[in-house]
């Protein structure tokens, strides 16, 4: 028996939520004010019609959307998209009692994401490459992606051969692809056990594609050119499926805020550091210590540092600052930190940044909740937050990264 529902707002997730006597029910790919039919009350149900649609409802621009898990929001138009997820940062702060003025969303265009992470599947004879169905383990396999570089875009039925020759019947295979300045790195996890016919299969797709590297499982099989990526000017040389910016224009836009921030500062911690996104921009203007807990994502640092003659002093710490906070007192030398930690945040870390007197501050997320926590830390500690800006890098998603800037 359908049933016809109002959605009141979108949640979080992004999902519409319709407000009923039975309770809030969560209708995925809804606006607020859409009058829907949904097919059972319960707490989460799909949309079987849209019978009053919201202004701001707009076309698809993927012929996967809806079934494919790796867009929310391609129906909504970009007044509507803008404001919802610069809300998502103000509601955060508001949760968290953190006064802070949050600047408009700086905007992400379709076709730009450069690190892409696809899964597939054997399904009987054949393999599935794609993403998650939404709130599922299951497949969508896909033919085209608006979101991904077009030389990403263009090797879908590469990686498709590609995740034959490889996938394990009883687990999905991860593919974790990354445009380079010299071709797709293509970094792959929970493979079958590798033979040697298997080894040589991959090894001749990834040359016959001209793949940068192929790496399978931590293991590289082939590499044509080392992969690379430009950190400000300093050519840097990528361990196999090391972490990126997902967008490089939201990279840039990051990376200004940061060196604008901390420009005159002479020592600076960057902290959970990768492979010097923040560091190697940084080393320019000011004697720069990088804490990372991957060892080659720091090599690989310290290396491009090296073959950059004119840059300040630089030191390298492999440290667990989750395990291991870098105490206040460590921090005393420090005049700027920049720290972008994983979703988690960095609770440990602002407690002890709170009871420093590092005087200016660059905070990088990707999850407004933990870093709405960590600044209220840093906040009763004694920091202002001098600004809040939005970066749409995850487009048409629920995701929105964050750089807050704070002073003593």
Same mark, same amino acid.
């Given at each position: 028996?359908?049933?016809?529902?109002?959605?009141?707002?979108?949640?979080?997730?992004?999902?519409?939520?319709?407000?009923?006597?039975?309770?809030?029910?969560?209708?995925?790919?809804?606006?607020?004010?859409?009058?829907?039919?949904?097919?059972?009350?319960?707490?989460?149900?799909?949309?079987?019609?849209?019978?009053?649609?919201?202004?701001?409802?707009?076309?698809?621009?993927?012929?996967?959307?809806?079934?494919?898990?790796?867009?929310?929001?391609?129906?909504?138009?970009?007044?509507?998209?803008?404001?919802?997820?610069?809300?998502?940062?103000?509601?955060?702060?508001?949760?968290?009692?953190?006064?802070?003025?949050?600047?408009?969303?700086?905007?992400?265009?379709?076709?730009?994401?450069?690190?892409?992470?696809?899964?597939?599947?054997?399904?009987?004879?054949?393999?599935?490459?794609?993403?998650?169905?939404?709130?599922?383990?299951?497949?969508?396999?896909?033919?085209?992606?608006?979101?991904?570089?077009?030389?990403?875009?263009?090797?879908?039925?590469?990686?498709?051969?590609?995740?034959?020759?490889?996938?394990?019947?009883?687990?999905?295979?991860?593919?974790?692809?990354?445009?380079?300045?010299?071709?797709?790195?293509?970094?792959?996890?929970?493979?079958?056990?590798?033979?040697?016919?298997?080894?040589?299969?991959?090894?001749?797709?990834?040359?016959?594609?001209?793949?940068?590297?192929?790496?399978?499982?931590?293991?590289?099989?082939?590499?044509?050119?080392?992969?690379?990526?430009?950190? =400000?000017? $300093?050519?840097?040389?990528?361990? &196999? #499926? !090391?972490?990126?910016? /997902?967008?490089?224009? @939201?990279?840039? +836009?990051?990376?200004?805020?940061?060196?604008?921030?901390?420009?005159?500062?002479?020592?600076?911690?960057?902290?959970?550091?990768?492979?010097?996104?923040?560091?190697?921009?940084?080393?320019?203007?000011?004697?720069?210590?990088?804490?990372?807990?991957?060892?080659?994502?720091?090599?690989?640092?310290?290396?491009?540092?090296?073959?950059?003659?004119?840059?300040?002093?630089?030191?390298?710490?492999?440290?667990?600052?989750?395990?291991?906070?870098?105490?206040?007192?460590?921090?005393?030398?420090?005049? =700027?930190? $920049?720290?972008?930690?994983?979703? &988690? #945040? !960095?609770?440990?870390? /602002?407690?002890?940044? @709170?009871?420093? +007197?590092?005087?200016?501050?660059?905070?990088?997320?990707?999850?407004?909740?933990?870093?709405?926590?960590?600044?209220?830390?840093?906040?009763?500690?004694?920091?202002?937050?001098?600004?809040?800006?939005?970066?749409?890098?995850?487009?048409?998603?629920?995701?929105?990264?964050?750089?807050?800037?704070?002073?003593?």
């Amino acid at each position: 028996m359908s049933e016809r529902v109002t959605i009141d707002r979108l949640g979080a997730q992004g999902d519409g939520i319709a407000e009923t006597g039975a309770g809030s029910i969560f209708v995925p790919f809804t606006l607020p004010g859409e009058t829907v039919e949904i097919a059972a009350m319960g707490p989460r149900a799909e949309a079987a019609a849209i019978i009053a649609a919201s202004p701001h409802r707009q076309t698809p621009p993927c012929p996967h959307f809806g079934t494919c898990g790796g867009c929310d929001l391609q129906h909504a138009d970009d007044a509507f998209y803008r404001a919802f997820k610069r809300d998502l940062v103000v509601e955060a702060l508001g949760r968290a009692e953190v006064t802070a003025d949050v600047g408009d969303l700086v905007p992400c265009p379709p076709a730009s994401r450069r690190r892409v992470a696809f899964s597939a599947v054997r399904a009987g004879n054949q393999v599935m490459l794609g993403f998650n169905a939404a709130h599922s383990n299951r497949i969508v396999p896909i033919a085209v992606c608006p979101i991904a570089l077009p030389e990403i875009e263009r090797a879908l039925p590469a990686l498709q051969k590609l995740a034959a020759i490889l996938v394990d019947r009883k687990r999905p295979l991860k593919l974790t692809v990354t445009a380079t300045l010299t071709g797709l790195d293509v970094a792959i996890a929970d493979a079958a056990k590798l033979s040697e016919p298997m080894r040589r299969q991959a090894v001749s797709l990834a040359l016959g594609e001209g793949f940068a590297r192929l790496s399978v499982s931590g293991e590289t099989l082939v590499v044509t050119q080392p992969p690379t990526m430009d950190f =400000g000017g $300093v050519t840097v040389e990528l361990p &196999a #499926g !090391a972490f990126v910016q /997902a967008v490089a224009a @939201a990279e840039a +836009t990051m990376a200004s805020l940061v060196l604008s921030h901390l420009a005159g500062a002479k020592r600076v911690a960057d902290l959970f550091a990768g492979c010097g996104t923040f560091a190697l921009r940084l080393a320019p203007q000011a004697t720069v210590h990088a804490v990372e807990a991957e060892a080659p994502q720091l090599a690989a640092l310290l290396a491009a540092w090296r073959s950059r003659p004119g840059l300040k002093p630089l030191t390298t710490e492999r440290r667990d600052l989750f395990r291991r906070p870098i105490p206040a007192k460590e921090l005393k030398p420090y005049d =700027g930190v $920049v720290y972008d930690p994983p979703r &988690a #945040g !960095a609770e440990g870390l /602002a407690r002890e940044l @709170a009871a420093s +007197t590092v005087g200016r501050i660059a905070a990088v997320s990707c999850n407004p909740a933990t870093l709405a926590r960590d600044l209220k830390i840093l906040t009763d500690g004694g920091y202002r937050v001098t600004s809040v800006t939005p970066i749409d890098q995850f487009l048409w998603s629920r995701h929105v990264e964050v750089v807050a800037l704070l002073e003593r």
